[in-house]
T-cell receptor, first 111, second 110 residues
Framework: TQLLEQSPQFLSIQEGENLTVYCNSS?????LQWYRQEPGEGPVLLVT?????EVKKLKRLTFQFGDARKDSSLHITAAQPGDTGLYLC???????????FGTGTRLQVTL | DADVTQTPRNRITKTGKRIMLECSQT?????MYWYRQDPGLGLQLIYY???????NKGEISDGYSVSRQAQAKFSLSLESAIPNQTALYFC?????????FGPGTRLLVL
């Protein structure tokens, strides 16, 4: 079974602070996705990274895929209350479109 | 209108009852999935279907069954519900990459 461990599990910060969420595995993934889920809704895709060492930026969010394609990180600069939610990483192997989800990081950003 | 819809949104049932959760999509995708979400465990794959004639078990299929009635419809059944099946259930569809999730069904088994 492929496992994706996320850390931290919970994070409560104030508006304007920076934070990093980590997603780690002992398995190699062909691609890694990050989703955000808000209460009462399903997860929504933020980004997909496919190349080892790849860095993608989405406004204040920076995503990195590890060189060995076993880990990933999400960095948020100057967090805002609208960033509050559950962040999930998910990996795929081979050409299958099955996802293995991480354990999730619940972020709360307060004023 | 939402691309992926789930019914019901909330359901309370008793141990031993049979229930069905339904999912419909208007995205035209062949691939559909059922997940359950428990606190601290992320999403776990129950069943998935890559087309109408293709049904596959996921990580936690015991106690569940599915039916792919059409490209747009994929239903999940609990033949005899038990309390540890209390969870949030999500349906999803995908093209080759992105998965698109429904709003979820919150199920409570008493």
């Amino acid at each position: 079974t492929q496992l994706l461990e996320q850390s931290p599990q919970f994070l409560s910060i104030q508006e304007g602070e920076n934070l990093t969420v980590y997603c780690n595995s002992s398995s190699v993934f062909s691609s890694l996705q990050w989703y955000r889920q808000e209460p009462g809704e399903g997860p929504v895709l933020l980004v997909t990274v496919v190349t080892g060492g790849e860095v993608k930026k989405l406004k204040r969010l920076t995503f990195q895929f590890g060189d060995a394609r076993k880990d990933s990180s999400l960095h948020i600069t100057a967090a805002q209350p609208g960033d509050t939610g559950l962040y999930l990483c998910a990996g795929t192997t081979g050409t299958a479109s099955k996802l293995t989800f991480g354990t999730g990081t619940r972020l709360q950003v307060t004023l | 209108d939402a691309d992926v819809t789930q019914t019901p949104r909330n359901r309370i049932t008793k141990t031993g009852k049979r229930i069905m959760l339904e999912c419909s999509q208007t995205k035209g995708h062949d691939r559909m999935y059922w997940y359950r979400q428990d606190p601290g465990l992320g999403l776990q794959l129950i069943y998935y279907s890559f087309d109408v004639k293709d049904i596959n078990k996921g990580e936690i299929s015991d106690g569940y069954s599915v039916s792919r009635q059409a490209q747009a419809k994929f239903s999940l059944s609990l033949e005899s519900a038990i309390p540890n099946q209390t969870a949030l259930y999500f349906c999803a569809t995908s093209d080759l990459g992105t998965q698109y999730f429904g709003p979820g069904t919150r199920l409570l088994v008493l």
